[in-house]
C-alpha cells in the first residue's frame, strides 16, 4: 500500500494526508445517541440523516461554481465548528440545531475529494488512488477506534470536541497543501439535470453492495457476542480488519480489482458461511478473509464513474453515486430488523441476508 501511495501525484497525496488526519478524530458521531439522551435520539438521528444526504448532493451541484479545494476547506471548516456547538449544546432546541448544522457540513467535502482525485489521475492510476483513498480512511478508522476508548472515560462530549479539532486541522493542511484552482466557470445546462441510466444502474448497485457490507460490519460483533465470544474479542476483531484491509489491497492490485465479480461471489460465500458456523474462532477467521477480500473493491465504484461520466457531470455522477453510502448507513439497522423478525429473530439473520446484497452489487456494468 506505501507503494501504491508513493506512485500518486503531489495533490492525490495531500489530500489524502487531509483525508485520513480528519478520519482519526472521526468517532464522535457514533456516539450522537448518547449525546442526544433517550427522549431525543429519535429526532436527532432523523436529523441528522437527513441533513447528511442534503449536504452530499449540495457538495456536488456547488462544485459547478466553487473550486473542489474550496468545498474540502469550507466543509472541514465548517463540520469542525457545528462540532464544538454541539459539544457546547445543553438544550433539546441546541442540540437539534447543533446536529443539523453538523450533518449540512458533513459530507459537503466527499464529492469534492473524488473530483480532485479524478482530475489528477488517469487510467489505472485513478482505480489506485480510490482503493487508496478508501483502504486509508479504514486504517485510520482504526486508530480512531483505539483514540475513542482513551478519550471515552473524560466524557462524550470531549469526544465531540477531539473530533472538531481534527476537523479543523484538517481544513487547515488542505487550506496550505491542496493546490489552488481558478474559480470554474458555471456550468451551461439545458433543462434539469436528470441522471443517466447507467448511473442509476451504477448507484442500484452500489446500494445493494452498501447494505450487504454494513450489515456484515455493523452486526458481526453483536454476532460474536451471542455466539459466547469475550466482550474484548469483536473490538480486537475489527481493529485487526481495519490494520489488515490496506496490505490486502496491494497484494491484489492489478487481479481481483479488476474482476469485481470474482471479489463479490467470494465475499458473498465468505459472509453466507460466517452465517452458517456457529464457531467464534471461525467466525473470526471468516470476517478477517472477508474484510481483506472486499478491500480489493473499495474505490471500484468511484472509479468506474470517474472513468466514464462527462468530466463536466462528474460533480453531480459523484453526489449522486454517493447515496448510496448515505442511504443504506441510516436504513440498515431497520432493514436488518425486518430481515431477523422474518427469520424469527436468529442472530446471524443480517449475516445470511448479506450474499444476496453483496451478489446485487455485480450490476455495475
Known amino acids: 500500500m506505501a507503494r501504491m501511495f508513493r506512485s500518486l501525484p503531489g495533490p492525490a497525496k495531500a489530500l489524502l494526508w487531509v483525508r485520513m488526519l480528519n478520519q482519526v478524530g472521526a468517532f464522535a458521531l457514533a456516539f450522537l445517541a448518547v449525546v442526544a439522551g433517550p ?145 470554474p466557470a458555471p456550468a451551461v445546462r439545458e433543462g434539469r439535470w436528470r441522471p443517466p441510466p447507467i448511473l442509476v444502474r451504477l448507484t442500484g448497485a452500489a446500494t445493494a453492495y452498501a447494505f450487504g457490507y454494513l450489515a456484515i460490519l455493523m452486526f458481526t460483533p453483536f454476532v460474536l457476542l451471542r455466539r459466547g465470544a469475550p466482550a474484548w474479542l469483536p473490538g480486537l476483531t475489527l481493529t485487526a480488519a481495519a490494520l489488515l484491509v490496506p496490505a490486502a489491497a496491494y497484494a491484489a492490485r492489478g487481479s481481483l480489482s479488476g474482476r469485481p465479480r470474482t471479489v463479490l461471489l467470494g465475499t458473498a460465500a465468505l459472509a453466507l458461511a460466517m452465517a452458517l458456523t456457529g464457531s467464534v474462532a471461525l467466525t473470526v477467521a471468516l470476517y478477517l478473509a472477508w474484510a481483506m477480500t472486499g478491500s480489493t473493491l473499495v474505490g471500484h465504484w468511484p472509479a468506474v464513474a470517474a472513468d466514464t461520466a462527462p468530466p463536466e457531470d462528474r460533480p453531480r455522477w459523484f453526489a449522486f453515486l454517493g447515496l448510496s453510502w448515505g442511504v443504506a448507513q441510516p436504513a440498515v439497522p431497520g432493514v436488518v430488523g425486518l430481515v431477523a423478525g422474518l427469520a424469527g429473530g436468529t442472530a446471524p439473520a443480517p449475516l445470511a441476508a448479506a450474499p444476496l446484497l453483496l451478489e446485487l452489487g455485480d450490476q455495475s456494468r
Do not use: I
Open 39 to 183: 427522549h431525543l435520539v429519535t429526532a436527532t438521528l432523523t436529523v441528522f440523516g437527513l441533513a447528511a444526504l442534503a449536504s452530499r448532493w449540495a457538495g456536488g451541484v456547488l462544485l459547478d461554481r466553487v473550486a473542489p479545494r474550496t468545498l474540502v476547506v469550507a466543509g472541514l471548516a465548517a463540520t469542525g465548528l457545528a462540532l464544538l456547538a454541539l459539544a457546547a449544546a445543553r438544550t433539546p432546541v441546541q442540540t437539534l440545531a447543533a446536529v443539523a448544522a453538523t450533518g449540512l457540513a458533513f459530507e459537503v467535502y466527499e464529492p469534492a475529494t473524488s473530483e480532485l482525485l479524478a482530475r489528477v489521475t488517469e487510467g489505472g492510476g485513478r482505480q489506485d488512488a480510490y482503493t487508496v483513498l478508501g483502504t486509508s480512511l479504514t486504517a485510520a478508522g482504526a486508530v480512531s477506534g483505539l483514540l475513542a476508548a482513551v478519550l471515552l472515560p473524560l466524557g462524550v462530549r470531549w469526544l465531540l470536541v477531539a473530533d472538531a479539532l481534527t476537523c479543523l486541522a484538517a481544513a487547515s493542511v488542505a487550506l496550505t497543501r491542496l493546490p489552488r484552482e481558478p474559480r
